[in-house]
């Protein structure tokens, strides 16, 4: 639900507007248009953390940033080496040093709000995008403060997600989703094993040499700095509803509901009621704050204050994607 940007008071010589769709995200811009993002930058990270750690997104705009190479300085700045997309979820591409694309689905496709890595029991902390390239049409952003949607879902159903958790299924090399080749960066069985046992993640290699794999995961968390509760999981966007009627049909008759790329489960098994899904399904979009990308802007999000997706849109896009601080279960 966009709203109005009004002007605020300014930190340093960066101004910062609190009043972006009520403070969330905090937009930062430079006193003289296109200055050096990374310069300006320099002595300021601890401010620009702690408007983070308060709103859970902040907005660079107006910077020059130096393409791929500066964005990734930018983003490394904060004291943590970028971290490499582990345990992937969705087709990406690196680009740089730590630094991916967005997403590969197709443009006339929806990526749901989520955190990322929420469906695993370790995630990074912070993510930071670039917008190269904004969409001629669509391609925006969208982000919600997941402290809002923890307090806006119907406290029984809160209660029973985070008491019983998530079980997530994932068949890999169905032709409809990543190979664990990719999901884990490796054609040795044995790092996977590794990985796998590291983390309490189940795995069952097929007799046709593919992978699957189970695991419990937190449904809510609590952020280890604030202390906040925050809604933390992927149940709405792994969970089979989240499929096109005709690919989840066709899907089915296929592999059966046990042979589907990925599904959610309560963490003892039982199915998650649709009525749950679709007031989950409702209260992120109610929650949702969506702004147009300009070419060069940066959005800063603490992954567990703030969940992010990805609108349709009609020419090319270019935005990339860097993450840091890894927090959880190792």
Same mark, same amino acid.
């Given at each position: 639900?966009?709203?109005?940007?009004?002007?605020?008071?300014?930190?340093?010589?960066?101004?910062?507007?609190?009043?972006?769709?009520?403070?969330?995200?905090?937009?930062?811009?430079?006193?003289?248009?296109?200055?050096?993002?990374?310069?300006?930058?320099?002595?300021?990270?601890?401010?620009?953390?702690?408007?983070?750690?308060?709103?859970?997104?902040?907005?660079?705009?107006?910077?020059?940033?130096?393409?791929?190479?500066?964005?990734?300085?930018?983003?490394?700045?904060?004291?943590?080496?970028?971290?490499?997309?582990?345990?992937?979820?969705?087709?990406?591409?690196?680009?740089?040093?730590?630094?991916?694309?967005?997403?590969?689905?197709?443009?006339?496709?929806?990526?749901?709000?989520?955190?990322?890595?929420?469906?695993?029991?370790?995630?990074?902390?912070?993510?930071?995008?670039?917008?190269?390239?904004?969409?001629?049409?669509?391609?925006?952003?969208?982000?919600?403060?997941?402290?809002?949607?923890?307090?806006?879902?119907?406290?029984?159903?809160?209660?029973?997600?985070?008491?019983?958790?998530?079980?997530?299924?994932?068949?890999?090399?169905?032709?409809?989703?990543?190979?664990?080749?990719?999901?884990?960066?490796?054609?040795?069985?044995?790092?996977?094993?590794?990985?796998?046992?590291?983390?309490?993640?189940?795995?069952?290699?097929?007799?046709?040499?593919?992978?699957?794999?189970?695991?419990?995961?937190?449904?809510?968390?609590?952020?280890?700095?604030?202390?906040?509760?925050?809604?933390?999981?992927? !149940? /709405?966007?792994?969970?089979?509803?989240?499929?096109?009627?005709? +690919?989840?049909? =066709?899907?089915? #008759?296929?592999? $059966?509901? %046990?042979?589907?790329?990925?599904?959610?489960?309560?963490?003892?098994?039982?199915?998650?009621?649709?009525?749950?899904?679709?007031?989950?399904?409702?209260?992120?979009?109610?929650?949702?704050?969506?702004?147009?990308?300009?070419?060069?802007?940066?959005?800063?999000?603490?992954?567990?204050?703030? !969940? /992010?997706?990805?609108?349709?849109?009609?020419?090319?896009?270019? +935005?990339?994607? =860097?993450?840091? #601080?890894?927090? $959880?279960? %190792?």
């Amino acid at each position: 639900m966009s709203q109005a940007f009004r002007v605020a008071p300014a930190l340093a010589a960066l101004a910062i507007d609190r009043e972006v769709h009520g403070s969330f995200p905090v937009v930062v811009t430079p006193r003289h248009p296109g200055v050096s993002l990374a310069a300006s930058m320099e002595g300021r990270q601890s401010q620009l953390l702690a408007e983070l750690e308060r709103h859970g997104a902040v907005l660079l705009r107006g910077f020059g940033v130096e393409g791929i190479d500066g964005f990734a300085a930018v983003a490394a700045s904060f004291g943590r080496p970028l971290l490499s997309y582990a345990f992937a979820s969705t087709p990406r591409s690196a680009i740089g040093a730590g630094v991916y694309t967005s997403t590969e689905y197709p443009p006339h496709q929806h990526i749901p709000l989520h955190n990322e890595q929420s469906y695993a029991s370790s995630w990074p902390m912070k993510i930071w995008f670039y917008c190269v390239t904004a969409a001629v049409e669509g391609g925006e952003t969208p982000i919600a403060d997941s402290r809002l949607v923890y307090q806006r879902i119907d406290r029984g159903l809160r209660e029973a997600f985070s008491s019983r958790k998530l079980l997530y299924v994932r068949n890999y090399g169905t032709g409809f989703d990543l190979s664990w080749q990719e999901v884990f960066g490796t054609t040795d069985r044995s790092v996977v094993d590794a990985y796998c046992a590291a983390r309490g993640i189940e795995r069952t290699w097929k007799n046709d040499g593919e992978l699957r794999t189970r695991q419990i995961c937190q449904a809510v968390a609590t952020h280890p700095t604030t202390g906040e509760l925050v809604w933390f999981n992927q !149940a /709405h966007l792994f969970h089979v509803s989240n499929l096109e009627a005709d +690919v989840r049909e =066709a899907l089915l #008759e296929i592999g $059966g509901e %046990e042979g589907l790329p990925r599904n959610v489960y309560y963490g003892d098994g039982a199915p998650i009621e649709a009525a749950a899904l679709a007031e989950i399904r409702g209260v992120l979009d109610e929650a949702k704050v969506a702004f147009p990308w300009n070419d060069g802007d940066v959005l800063m999000l603490d992954n567990m204050l703030a !969940a /992010h997706g990805r609108a349709p849109y009609r020419g090319k896009r270019h +935005v990339a994607v =860097a993450m840091a #601080e890894p927090h $959880g279960a %190792e």
